[in-house]
């Protein structure tokens, strides 16, 4: 199965939003965006991930792969639209003490500068 990925750019951050499960043979398409956004300067991204419903340990790698070189970029990855499977695996592998999510794009982008 192929995954879809929407990016749409909204006052100085990106909002990333895939279509699809997160699995090793799918999440491409999610890198591919996420990381090209992330290599910017001081990047900013939304990771909405309501139309996720499970996500594999490569793309519980790949996430904090791409937290990791946006912090190197002085930017910020936060997390929306967070389904209970995917909370689960957050939770059960201490991800969600790495990753900043929130409850939505707006609680996500609010302390953010235009």
Request: aromatic letters at 6%; charged letters at 25%; one cysteine or more.
């Amino acid at each position: 199965m192929t995954m879809r990925v929407s990016v749409r750019e909204k006052d100085g951050y990106s909002i990333v939003t895939p279509h699809g499960d997160v699995f090793a043979d799918t999440f491409e398409p999610l890198y591919t965006a996420v990381m090209a956004l992330a290599a910017g300067d001081r990047p900013r991204i939304v990771l909405d991930l309501a139309e996720v419903r499970l996500c594999d340990s490569s793309g519980l790698g790949m996430l904090f792969s791409a937290h990791r070189l946006v912090r190197r970029r002085e930017g910020s990855l936060r997390l929306v639209g967070v389904q209970p499977n995917v909370a689960m695996v957050l939770r059960i592998t201490n991800m969600d003490q790495q990753l900043d999510v929130r409850g939505s794009v707006e609680a996500a982008t609010g302390d953010w500068e235009t």
